[in-house]
């Protein structure tokens, strides 16, 4: 079954196909490194992570840029406040973000570019829309034309007009007109700034993002991602000067996830109501973090509450619980010569499921529906046979990893991060237990259980034997 994504640009569903076979170019707007993320800020990076590898499951070799943005009025304003530099501010909370990053499972780009280590290429963009009449230049700043860009309002769906009236803009004498944006910046006493045949300054937030973009990975690109609160201004922006420079498509499918809310509220500094990752990771795993995530279609708002946490902390728990089943069930239990059909045709089912909700505008609701089945159905065959059909079952086990390779709802790897050497010891441990109970010898047996979990091990005495699992 073929990818088919919401195109923001056309507003409707489209088959994804990208420009060069095989291959995407995918860029998702990261960052402004003053602070720690909130997670608001992590729905994207989270749900743009899985998008990312169901794509490299598909077969696509995927070329993934997210970006920092480490310099801008909030960067200057957050460094003066602490009486340090903007790189320093910087390298803190880029450190930060790959820290919480990291804890949340998501992983690292292709590449991570910071807009000051592209102040030449940026430079360069901007001198072409001079040269081509889209950029106008007074008092050593550069702003860009609007209304020498028709297209400009295509992603939005409005006119100047419409924009204008929605649209918050500072009343600037010096601009043409009002929703003009700002591609370089004069420099401010105490602001750091770089040469440019415009005198000292910095460069725009908007003209950063394509800048990079197209030196990563070219004048056009197959997925441009980040928030619905950047389709205006910022990628309305980002169209219109990457166009206007290049004269080809910048961005063949947009996307945008909904807002993260809090009491029905957008999260937002600006608002104060925001809860940082790491607060969250204080109070909730990371997995079940990121299986909230999951929850609702990411064009959906989503509503951030202890209860929906809560919620998915014992989702998170369903998942692990019945893969460590699964594992124990084909480690111990006796198989049968025959196959069964049944468990076979329903994992087999759940697989067709998953892909048809993620290949259909990318629904994880829909794919975490279809492994909870999978789970299910596993746990009433283990209930109801004391012989298995280990292929069925090694066919689940497939499924339950590829699950989590794709969306990390499981945590397999920390599940089973334990080298042969220890498993060895640890089994040995166990049938020592299980003889000492056996003869009713129940000091040593107490004794063996203390020691294992001082080792971080679990043991659950089950109808089948005992079984061991590594604390979370």
Sequence with gaps: MSLSLYNDLTHQKEIFTPLEERKVRFYVCGPTVYDYIHVGNARPF???DILRRHMEDMGYEVVYVQNFTD???????????LGISVDELAERFITAYFEDADALGIQRATAHPRATHYIPQIIKLVERLIERGHAYVIDGDVYFDVLSFPGYGRLSKQSLEELLSGARVEIDPKKKHPLDFALWKAQKLGEPAWNS????????????????????????????AGGSDLLFPHHENEIAQAEAATGKTFVRYWIHNGYLLIEEEKMSKSLGNIVSVREAMKLYSPIAVRLFMLSAHYRSPLN????????????????????????????HRPRKKERDDAL???????????????????????????AFECVRAVNTYLAQHEEVDEESLMEAERFLARVDRVMGIIGIERLNDIDDLMTSEIERLVSEREKARKEKDFKKADAIREELAKKGIILEDTPH????????
Excluded at 356 to 361: F, W
């Design 46 to 48: 989270i749900l743009f």
């Design 71 to 81: 310099i801008d009025d909030k960067m200057i304003n957050k460094a003066r406040n």
């Design 197 to 224: 045949p415009w005198g000292m300054g910095r460069p725009g937030w908007h003209i950063e993002c394509s800048a990079m973009a197209i030196n990563i990975l070219g004048e056009t690109i197959d997925i441009h």
């Design 304 to 331: 951030f509450s202890g209860e929906a946490l809560n919620h998915a902390v014992g989702a998170a728990e369903r998942l692990q619980n019945g893969w460590k089943e699964l594992s124990f069930a084909l480690r």
């Design 344 to 370: 076979r045709e329903t994992i087999e089912a759940t697989e067709a499921r998953y892909e048809e909700e993620l290949n259909d505008d990318f629904n994880t609701a829909g794919a975490l529906g279809a």
């Design 465 to 472: 034997g005992t079984r061991w699992s590594k604390a979370m």
